[in-house]
């Protein structure tokens, strides 16, 4: 008898469902693990999309390496016009494209961080160093007084790979700022990724500075607090970007990344302004 009635009462509490206290337990224990699990997998897509953009480098890479063997030692140029084949990013013939093929987002050319593209241009989230010409000074190609330090033999020739003396210390790409207008200010719109500088110096990686005209989130890296390099003997480095700290240039450090000739850095900045 006190078997069965024992039997019943079991039978209709299984009956009767779970209580709304158990039901709030249940959901409170899926929530904390909710919170638990979620970062983990945030940071493991993080992870996963650096990976893949190193890994993207890596081939750009193998690209520039294969040019340089093509064209007697020489890189193609960091920037050009429309139709001049010489420079880096050229669609068409022209530049790396014969050596790494552009497929869209899902290309080596981009970040997998960058989603949109609306420009007239194949889309690219990597930019080229403006030093790596065969001029010194890419800001100002045109021939002036002082011609030791501003000649520029050719603006259009990219540099031979023997004139890069600390290869390691030298960056060759970066992740630049997406640009909300296109380069000719053809369109306009705030919101939608135009254009990606083809090269420039540190003022146009992501993360320098945070108030930049016609850009989308310029004070934020690509990667969290990090930014993907590229130096020109092939090494990747995640690092964060040098702040603007409301001076022209950068700090020492990141600026001697980006100059070519070390030697001549060196003298222009010496020490005590490190």
């Not at 020489?74 to 669609?91: A, E, I, N, T």
């Not at 520029?152 to 060759?172: D, H, K, M, Q, W």
């Not at 919101?191 to 146009?204: E, L, M, P």
Request: charged share 25%.
């Amino acid at each position: 008898m006190f078997r069965q009635r024992r039997c019943g009462d079991w039978l209709r509490k299984a009956r009767a469902g779970f209580t709304l206290i158990e039901l709030l337990v249940v959901v409170a224990a899926l929530m904390i693990l909710a919170a638990i699990l979620l970062p983990i997998f945030a940071r493991a897509r993080e992870s996963s999309y650096r990976v893949q953009c190193a890994s993207n480098l890596r081939q750009l890479a193998g690209a520039f390496y294969e040019y340089s063997l093509d064209w007697n030692g020489y890189w193609p140029s960091p920037g050009g016009l429309v139709g001049d084949r010489s420079y880096w990013s050229q669609s068409g013939s022209g530049g790396l494209y014969p050596y790494v093929k552009q497929r869209g987002l899902r290309s080596v050319w981009c970040c997998p961080l960058l989603r949109e593209w609306h420009g007239q241009f194949p889309p690219r989230s990597y930019s080229m160093n403006s030093y790596l010409r065969t001029c010194r000074s890419p800001n100002r190609p045109e021939p002036v007084a002082d011609m030791e330090y501003y000649d520029c033999i050719n603006y259009l020739c990219g540099i031979s790979v023997f004139r890069i003396p600390e290869a390691r210390a030298t960056i060759l790409l970066y992740e630049g700022i997406p640009r909300s207008r296109e380069f000719e200010d053809v369109a306009y719109t705030e919101d939608r990724i135009f254009y990606v500088y083809r090269c420039a110096n540190w003022t146009w990686v992501r993360g320098y500075n945070d108030k930049v005209n016609h850009t989308i989130d310029p004070g934020h890296p690509w990667h969290g607090r990090f930014n993907n390099y590229l130096y020109c003997d092939g090494h990747i480095v995640l690092r964060p970007p040098d702040r603007y700290s409301g001076k022209e240039a950068a700090s020492y450090k990141e600026m001697y990344q980006w100059y070519v000739d070390k030697a001549r850095f060196r003298r222009m900045h010496p020490v005590a302004g490190r």
